[in-house]
């Protein structure tokens, strides 16, 4: 940890570059002396500070300025399917560390069966392995002129989020949350499709209302025909794991909704049920409108 904090300062100390650029410089001088010694994530530290909270400065002006998003939330809370919708609306990549972990895994690097077992168990792989991957990624998306981001499942420790502020300003963290009962079901529902790695959800979530408390309903998102036989679960999607996962969020994440809390950047949304009542419900809270949305609704 001390070594990324001297080159956290020594990053910092680059005002000139890109916010991409300033990635790439983190992530060479973060070249790891010893990547195997050091795949699994530490204990979060204590340094979390826990201040009031301030008005949200939501930005009004995506056309003109490529947006810098991050979503939070809790496995099978649907960051994905938001934030991969969100950054076809607003013209940036949608990055998913856990895609770049995957990709990693499914490419039989030296890395990959170590990093396998940490996945396959909950845990968090290294914040430099992740900085890494991510770093890769930058690059890439940055030399096809790729700008701006919707970053998904990055930053997951106060680590991660101090080490980004350090090298680029985030706008808006939105912070998505569903009825804990939902979450686990979400998860076992899930299905992707090994051909076009299309996301699909076979649970259908029907919660009663009571005690004053409204009911939720949640329609499966079935696959096409064509993708229907070609369906796989993630390994890490089974009931012993994904509880493992929550309880990781509730540890190491949770902390992160209030960094950026403290500083006026986050947006709570409560999701409303499924995509049909969500999606809208979500444009309006970040002031946004989707055209096509609204004539495939209309049609
Ligand atoms: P989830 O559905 O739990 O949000 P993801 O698909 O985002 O899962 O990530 C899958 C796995 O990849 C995580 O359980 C973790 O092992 C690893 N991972 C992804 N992003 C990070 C990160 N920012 N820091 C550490 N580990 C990560």
């Not at 013209?91 to 972990?101: E, F, K, S, Y």
């Amino acid at each position: 940890m001390a070594v990324l904090n001297r080159l956290l300062l020594r990053v910092g100390a680059r005002a000139t570059t890109t916010s991409h650029s300033k990635f790439r410089a983190f992530s060479s001088s973060c070249s790891i002396v010893n990547p195997e010694a050091d795949l699994k994530a530490s204990p979060p530290s204590s340094s979390s500070s826990l201040l009031g909270s301030k008005l949200l400065p939501l930005r009004q002006d995506h056309h003109h300025h490529p947006v810098q998003w991050v979503f939070l939330g809790c496995p099978g809370v649907g960051k994905g399917t938001y934030a991969s919708r969100l950054s076809k609306l607003l013209h940036v990549p949608h990055i998913a560390t856990g895609d770049l972990v995957r990709d990693e895994l499914s490419s039989s690097g030296p890395l990959s069966s170590q990093l396998a077992e940490i996945v396959n168990q909950g845990q968090l792989v290294s914040d430099e392995i992740i900085i890494n991957l991510l770093s890769k990624r930058l690059e890439a998306g940055e030399a096809k002129g790729e700008s701006g981001f919707i970053l998904d499942g990055f930053p997951r420790t106060i680590r991660q989020a101090e080490i980004l502020e350090g090298v680029t300003d985030i706008d808006l963290v939105v912070n998505l949350k569903l009825r804990e009962e939902a979450l686990l079901a979400k998860c076992l529902g899930r299905r992707i499709c090994s051909e076009c790695g299309g996301n699909y959800n076979v649970a259908c979530i029907d919660i009663k209302g009571e005690d004053g408390s409204p009911g939720m309903y949640m329609a499966p998102l079935l696959p096409p025909p064509h993708c229907a036989s070609k369906l796989i679960t993630r390994p890490d999607d089974t009931e012993e794991v994904v509880k493992e996962r929550l309880r990781i969020y509730y540890e190491m994440t949770q902390p992160v909704e209030e960094f950026y809390r403290s500083r006026g950047k986050l947006l709570e949304f409560d999701l409303p049920g499924g995509i049909p009542e969500s999606w809208p419900k979500l444009l309006q809270a970040l002031h946004l409108e989707d055209h096509d949305d609204k004539q495939s609704a209309a049609a």
